[in-house]
């Protein structure tokens, strides 16, 4: 349109609220993230377990089926311990979950120079690293703690209102836990998609650095017979604050974490990967 003729008008129509911005990135995201039929089988198989959980509940329940086959009553309980292997299996599932779908968070932006386009209109970095996260955090809520709930709901409303009052802190206890966890594995494969390009590469760093952390810190702390080595172990340190979580033990081992140094390694951790992104998340780059 020439500028000459001034028939050029500005947009009139309605703005989309500041608040909901970030959510332009996730709404195209899932266009393109489920093409994958390899992804999408993975995606149906992570609900296999709680389906089983569910099976599980019931049986428990169901006292006229279990004297059928001569099973005691008392053999299937449900309690903090039944609640916390299903975390910790679908952690594993989301762990996986998230080598497949991380590398391809920041990558492409940074390797097409899409970044100075987003961030020259109204969208700041935080609102970037937020859209970004989202699409694995909500893929991962979907797996983890939702179910985790409703196993809970369906708990409840088979064994009564006595056991829901006496274990409230169970729920409460399935949506911090698993919450922690998916925003960590988030933002740790947020920082591996800014600085690997390779999404294969990637993917294998993101399985690697939960192994190679528990095996570095098993060395550290026997090496210098301590258990500071710990602090890099990232089962270690999700074990012990599912533990104070769930008020289950994990003592026993001379490589335990305090409930504290937990929660600052998982602090420092979540810290260091915000700075890396930080780093990378920018509307330029210094090419030196």
């Known amino acids: 349109m020439a500028v000459y003729k001034r028939t050029y008008k500005g947009y009139s129509g309605e703005l989309t609220?500041?608040?909901?911005?970030?959510?332009?990135?996730?709404?195209?995201?899932?266009?393109?993230?489920?093409?994958s039929k390899f992804l999408l089988l993975f995606y149906l198989a992570c609900f296999i377990y709680p389906l089983g959980c569910v099976g599980y509940i019931y049986l428990a329940h169901n006292l006229s089926f279990l004297a059928t086959f001569r099973v005691p009553t008392n053999a299937l309980t449900i309690d903090a311990n039944f609640f916390i292997?299903?975390?910790s299996f679908q952690f594993g599932m989301a762990y996986f979950m998230t080598a497949f779908i991380g590398p391809g968070l920041v990558s492409p932006d940074l390797t097409n120079n899409a970044l100075p386009l987003y961030l020259?209109?109204?969208?700041?970095?935080?609102e970037y690293v937020i859209g970004r996260m989202s699409v694995l955090m909500w893929v991962l809520s979907s797996i983890t703690w939702i179910p985790g709930l409703?196993?809970?709901?369906v708990q409840s409303?088979?064994?009564?209102?006595?056991w829901a009052k006496e274990n409230y802190f169970i729920a409460g206890a399935i949506f911090i836990a698993l919450m922690i966890c998916n925003v960590l594995l988030s933002l740790i494969a947020m920082t591996v998609?800014?600085?690997?390009?390779?999404?294969?590469?990637?993917?294998?760093?993101?399985i690697a650095i939960f192994i190679a952390g528990a095996g570095f810190g098993t060395a550290i702390n026997a090496?210098?017979?301590?258990?500071?080595?710990?602090l890099i172990?990232?089962?270690q340190i999700t074990r012990t604050i599912w533990g104070g979580l769930f008020r289950i033990s994990v003592s026993g081992s001379r490589d335990v974490l305090t409930p504290a140094e937990a929660w600052f390694a998982i602090a420092g951790i979540s810290a260091l990967c915000l700075w890396l992104l930080s780093r990378k998340v920018r509307a330029f780059e210094v090419v030196k």
């Open 233 to 235: 172990n990232l089962t």
């Open 120 to 126: 020259c209109r109204p969208f700041s970095r935080t």
């Open 85 to 87: 292997l299903f975390c």
């Open 193 to 206: 998609s800014s600085r690997v390009k390779w999404k294969v590469l990637a993917g294998i760093i993101i």
């Open 17 to 35: 609220p500041t608040w909901s911005r970030f959510m332009i990135l996730p709404r195209y995201s899932y266009a393109r993230l489920f093409q």
């Open 157 to 162: 409303s088979l064994a009564g209102w006595n």
């Open 223 to 230: 090496v210098m017979r301590t258990h500071y080595g710990s």
């Open 150 to 153: 409703l196993l809970f709901g």
